[in-house]
């Protein structure tokens, strides 16, 4: 389960950095939320595979996440777009995320096959 908090953390920290920069083209100094905010994003996601989520589930649900909260947060903080074919999208991107968490667990349960390079 920690792990899951790592992930969550990162994606939150993540979410507010790049709402910063959006900030940050009018009010230079929101820069300094934006290099802290990835730097603790990254090393968050790093925790994350130093307990062994794979990196492609991490990453991916990381990255979705993060498209997703933007443009809902962007759409309440900035009066940004929030379009129905924009939530057609995200429904894409968790059917995408899913598969490939679903495709991991698979991975990991599947017996060696003679002459599999790992």
């Known amino acids: 389960m ?3 908090l790592w992930l969550g953390g990162a994606i939150v920290v993540e979410v507010v950095a790049t709402l910063s920069l959006r900030a940050a083209t009018e009010q230079p ?3 300094v ?3 802290v905010g990835y730097l603790a994003s990254f090393l968050l996601l790093a925790g994350v595979l130093r307990r062994g ?4 589930v991490a990453y991916g649900i990381w990255g979705a996440s993060g498209v997703m909260l933007t ?3 962007a759409a309440f903080l900035f009066d940004e777009a929030l ?5 057609l999208g995200f429904a894409v991107i ?3 995320v899913l598969l490939v968490e679903f495709g991991s667990h698979r991975a990991e349960g599947a017996p060696e096959r003679v002459g599999d390079v790992r």
């Open 53 to 56: 989520m794979a990196i492609g």
């Open 29 to 31: 100094l929101w820069y």
């Open 94 to 96: 968790v059917v995408g």
């Open 33 to 35: 939320s934006v290099v």
């Open 83 to 87: 379009t129905p074919l924009m939530g």
């Open 2 to 4: 920690s792990r899951w």
């Open 71 to 73: 443009a809902v947060a």
